[in-house]
């Protein structure tokens, strides 16, 4: 179960690797525990505008809902294979916002850089990314793998 601290005006996520800062426009109750699955019907769907050969979609995407699934959902043709995090044919540049990718195997270098696999990222706030090269992110992932 995921851990939620909240304080006012903010309120911060604990993942099992990573705490992410939610700003104050995120839901004003307060609760000390929620499991991911509690946290969609506390939140309501986050706006995430996806770029992609040339053409840019809104979709509306539930806390607890992958953004690669919901753009597939939605009929986008987006790249992917695995949807496990690993393999790395869905990635993306997020541009603003926040997600959840956790459960992927990015390196916090590459994260912190703002990419990201949209097979394992769960948004946390409404966001904007631009989905990329595999090459661009296979390339700085072995380049941050091996400093």
């Known amino acids: 179960m995921a851990t939620l601290n909240v304080t006012y005006p903010s309120f911060t ?16 109750h307060s609760w ?6 509690r946290l969609s019907s506390i939140v309501q ?11 840019t979609t809104e ?8 953004i690669l699934s919901k753009a597939l959902d939605s009929d986008l043709q ?3 294979d695995c949807k496990l995090g690993v393999c790395m044919t869905c990635p993306a540049r997020l541009l603003s916002g926040m997600v959840d990718q956790s459960e992927g195997m990015l390196s916090d270098d590459v994260v912190e850089r703002g ?5 394992v990222s769960y948004p946390r706030s409404d966001c904007h990314i631009r ?12 380049a941050t793998a091996n400093d």
């Open 13 to 28: 996520f604990t993942t099992p690797r990573k705490q992410i800062k939610f700003p104050s426009a995120q839901p004003s």
């Open 32 to 37: 000390l525990r929620t499991s991911s699955s």
């Open 45 to 55: 769907a986050f706006k995430v505008q996806v770029e992609h050969e040339g053409k």
């Open 59 to 66: 979709l509306e995407v539930e806390p607890d809902e992958t």
């Open 78 to 80: 987006v790249p992917y």
């Open 115 to 119: 990419y990201a696999l949209l097979c």
């Open 131 to 142: 989905i990329i090269p595999e090459e661009e992110l296979l390339s700085l992932q072995l």
